[in-house]
Structures are given as C-alpha cells and as structure tokens.
C-alpha cells in the first residue's frame, strides 16, 4: 500500500461517524443525477412533447440553484443536520411523487422542489463536514467529499439503467428506489449527525446568532473568487457540451470524445485523492491558481485542428488541473468563511458553481455557432484570465479554535 493510499484510509477511519455519514450522503445525495438523465425519456414516455419535457429538466435546474442559496440560509437558521434532513426526506418525496400527477404545471413544480430539495444538502453538507474536520484536513475531506460526488455521478445512470431494465423498461422501480435510498440516509443523518444544539458555540462567534448572505456580498474578495469560478466553471461545462458538436462537425470518430470523457472519469476517481495527500500542504493560491491555469492550457489545446492526439492530449491538461485544484476550489470558502457565516459562504459557492454549468452549455453553443472550431480560443482567453484573477483574490485562511461541535478530531 503506497503512503498516500495509507493517508486516506487512516483519515478515514480516523474520521467520527458524523463524518462518515456525511460522506456516504454526498454519495446518495448525488445518485438524485439519475434525473437528469431520466426525466426527459420519463415525460415523453407519459405523452408530453420533447420541449415540455426540455422545459421541466430546465426546471429542475432552476429549483437547484434556488435550493443551494437556502440550504445555506436554513442550515445557519434550522442547524445543519435539521436541513440535511429536509432536505433529502423532500428530495424523497418528491422522486416518488413524480410518478403519480398527471397535469403537467403540478409536475412541473415537482421537478422544480425535487431539484430545490435535493440542492439543499450540499451547503448544508459541506459546512458541517468543515465544521467537523480540523483545519489540516479540510482539503483531504473535501477531496474525500468530491470522490463521493464523482463516484455518485458514475454510478446514477448505471443504478438507473439497471432498476429502469430491471422492471422492463418501466419507471416505477427507479423513481420508487432513488426515493428510498434517499429517505433512508435521511432516517441516518437523523441519529448520527449532531443536533442544533451542539451547533451553536461556532454560530455564536463574533455575538451573533448566525449571518447572512449579506456577509458574502460584503467580502469582496471572496466575490472576486466566485467570479473566477463562475467563469472557470464555465469553461469546465464545455467538454460535456460543446467539444462534442464541434467533434461531429470537424469529421472526427465520436469515439475519441467517449475516449476523453473515460480518462476525465478514470483520473479525477483513481489519482485525486492520492494527488491531494500531496497538495493538501500547499498554498490555496498556488493550487487553484495551477488547476485554473491548467484548464486553460487544456481548451487551448483543443484550438488546434481537431483530431484524437488534440481530445485526448487536451482532456489530460485539463484533468490534470483538476485533481490539482479541485478539493482546494472546493474547501477554500469553508476556510475562509467566519464560523457565524459559513453555511452561506459555502451556499454561495455552490451556487455560482450551479449557475456556471447551467449557463456553459449556452455560452459555448452560441460561440460555437458564431466561431465555429475558433470556439476555443476566446473560452481559453477567459480561462486564463479567471486564473490571474483568482490569485489575486485568495487570501491565506486563518486558523481557527479547535472545532467546538464534538471535542473530536479526524
């Protein structure tokens, strides 16, 4: 067993169990993706037209984003485990509702609370996974928390598929067994996740019950950084949207952009983690600055006349960056964030990260239709640019008072 392996092994057995189950919800949490996948095939299976259909995954969307701002409200308000709860106990409700309304406006808002709900976990999540991890830690948590997610978002369609064939073809079992899943780690973050009570003495720093997104909206180089990452964000939803049209129309075998979606997966799921047991020490600054640099050089890479060498030389940069850089994006507010604000520090972050993939697609397909192939040439500009600018906006975190929720460490 390599140093590194042994490192994430012992951090998480050292882990308390609230910690654990977290990271197991981040995985059920993300495994709610199978929607995206489904719901459209699901709508027009019940007679609805491809733009209905279209309209309401667009809802689910929207619903998302509104629910990471709240989830980071209530989770300051309501306490983190009470709005993990809700959260995901929603999300079951609403998985499982889908299948028995019948007018499309009720259905519609369906798809948007169970997007909403499901949402609301994350900030929630997140900030109490840094509550419950000392400051040495953080990155590998969250590194810990990101395997989660991307094994999540691995694993939704192929659980999908299989409850969706299981049944013969039918959608019942799907949408009944994601809601399931769901409601049962919400019965577990019940009884294992600490009480609101034991919250306080962190929300209570500074003399003051909790804060607001006003706090957010007052640090202005935190603001600077959700625009950096807003913008990289951006960039980062392209090769999910707009490398493969503009693969289809340079002639190229769609293959080799499977090809390169494949290494995306194989490398964030295999080497993060093992890559963070190394990173974790460096400077903030230098880790994103690097992952947002690498991004860049990665859609730089695919201006080039399109051919495999070009998808899979510039889907390797980019990875690279990103198990770089990727827990270190993700940990950076929960470090920098007052203890009264950090559910709404982190409830932003995950916004704008919801935002960025949701208007990407957009973006890259407008440009692509104005630019044709130059179509990277401007994303690689801005991804430059955003990764300039990012370093000048990270500030060093400041340590903070061993964690007051349980006395552990991890």
């Given at each position: 067993m390599s140093a590194g392996t042994g490192s994430v092994l012992a951090t998480w057995r050292e882990s308390p169990l609230a910690v654990k189950t977290l990271l197991a919800g981040i995985f059920v949490n993300r495994l709610s993706g199978f929607l995206n996948i489904f719901l459209v095939l699901y709508l027009t299976t019940l007679g609805y037209s491809p733009d209905a259909a279209a309209f309401a995954l667009g809802a689910y969307g929207a619903g998302a984003m509104v629910g990471t701002l709240l989830g980071g409200s209530l989770a300051a308000r309501l306490g983190t485990r009470n709005t993990v709860v809700i959260g995901m106990a929603g999300s079951s409700v609403m998985i499982a509702s889908l299948l028995y309304l019948n007018s499309y406006g009720v259905l519609l808002a369906a798809v948007a609370l169970a997007g909403l709900?499901?949402?609301?976990?994350?900030?929630?999540?997140?900030?109490?996974?840094?509550?419950?991890?000392?400051?040495?830690?953080?990155?590998?948590?969250?590194?810990?928390?990101?395997?989660?997610?991307?094994?999540?978002?691995?694993?939704?369609?192929?659980?999908?598929?299989?409850?969706?064939?299981?049944?013969?073809?039918?959608?019942?079992?799907?949408?009944?067994?994601?809601?399931?899943?769901?409601?049962?780690?919400?019965?577990?973050?019940?009884?294992?996740?600490?009480?609101?009570?034991?919250?306080?003495?962190?929300?209570?720093?500074?003399?003051?019950?909790?804060?607001?997104?006003?706090?957010?909206?007052?640090?202005?180089?935190?603001?600077?950084?959700?625009?950096?990452?807003?913008?990289?964000?951006?960039?980062?939803?392209?090769?999910?949207?707009?490398?493969?049209?503009?693969?289809?129309?340079?002639?190229?075998?769609?293959?080799?952009?499977?090809?390169?979606?494949?290494?995306?997966?194989?490398?964030?799921?295999?080497?993060?983690?093992?890559?963070?047991?190394?990173?974790?020490?460096?400077?903030?600054?230098?880790?994103?600055?690097?992952?947002?640099?690498?991004?860049?050089?990665?859609i730089a890479v695919y201006a080039l006349p399109m051919g495999p060498a070009v998808i899979v030389i510039g889907t390797l940069v980019w990875s690279v960056g990103e198990i770089i850089g990727g827990p270190a994006i993700f940990a950076y507010p929960a470090l920098i964030a007052p203890a009264r604000a950090k559910s709404h520090y982190l409830g932003g972050f995950h916004f704008v990260f919801g935002l960025g993939s949701a208007i990407g697609p957009v973006v890259g397909g407008w440009l692509l239709v104005k630019l044709g192939h130059g179509v990277w040439i401007p994303l690689a500009i801005v991804s430059v640019a955003a990764s300039l600018v990012v370093v000048t906006a990270i500030r060093r975190p400041q340590p903070t008072p061993e964690n007051a929720l349980t006395g552990q460490t991890t």
């Open positions: 709900t499901a949402q609301m976990f994350r900030p929630a999540s997140a900030t109490l996974l840094s509550q419950l991890t000392p400051d040495d830690r953080q990155v590998m948590v969250f590194a810990m928390s990101r395997f989660g997610i991307n094994l999540g978002a691995t694993a939704a369609p192929l659980i999908g598929f299989g409850l969706y064939n299981l049944q013969r073809q039918q959608y019942d079992l799907l949408f009944w067994g994601e809601a399931l899943i769901a409601l049962v780690f919400a019965a577990v973050a019940l009884f294992t996740l600490p009480g609101r009570a034991a919250e306080r003495p962190a929300a209570d720093e500074g003399g003051e019950a909790s804060g607001s997104y006003l706090d957010v909206l007052r640090d202005r180089r935190y603001l600077v950084y959700l625009i950096s990452t807003l913008v990289h964000t951006v960039v980062y939803g392209q090769y999910l949207s707009t490398l493969p049209l503009d693969v289809k129309a340079s002639g190229v075998d769609i293959v080799w952009y499977t090809v390169a979606v494949s290494l995306n997966g194989f490398i964030v799921i295999a080497f993060e983690l093992l890559t963070t047991k190394v990173t974790q020490s460096w400077p903030m600054r230098v880790t994103i600055g690097i992952s947002f640099a690498l991004m860049g050089a990665g």
